[in-house]
């Protein structure tokens, strides 16, 4: 039984900074993939970052692309999501998801388990 359990978010001011964090159960996570969704309220799923098994490789989408890093420690089997220079637009709940596969996907079907959320508000 996995499980991910979200941690982080919060209330920030426009131009401020959290740091997400992902903690995972069992003893597999350093063969998983990892990744980051968010989902604004009336809107889809969308892809925010994923991190490989290997911790050899990073993607994120365009709109977050060098403000938010993400980051992997397996011995704490945990991932993170530093976000930084936080704007309105980024207002969503965040989940954290993993899949048994060595890279990480853009699709939020390929993964196998997600956590719960947690909530980022941006005021403008």
């Known amino acids: 039984q996995v499980q991910l359990v979200e941690s982080g978010g919060g209330l920030v001011q426009a131009g401020g900074s959290l740091i997400l964090s992902c903690a995972a159960s069992g003893r597999t996570f350093s063969s998983r993939a990892m990744g980051w969704f968010r989902q604004a309220s009336g809107k889809a799923g969308e892809f925010v970052s994923a991190i490989n098994r290997n911790i050899g490789r990073t993607y994120y989408t365009d709109s977050v692309k060098d403000r938010f890093t993400i980051t992997r420690d397996n011995a704490k089997n945990t991932v993170y999501l530093q976000m930084n220079s936080l704007q309105p637009e980024d207002t969503a709940v965040y989940y954290c998801?993993?899949?048994?596969?060595?890279?990480?996907?853009?699709?939020?079907?390929?993964?196998?388990?997600w956590g719960q959320g947690t909530q980022v508000t941006v005021s403008s």
């Open positions: 998801a993993g899949r048994r596969d060595a890279s990480g996907s853009y699709y939020d079907y390929d993964y196998d388990y």
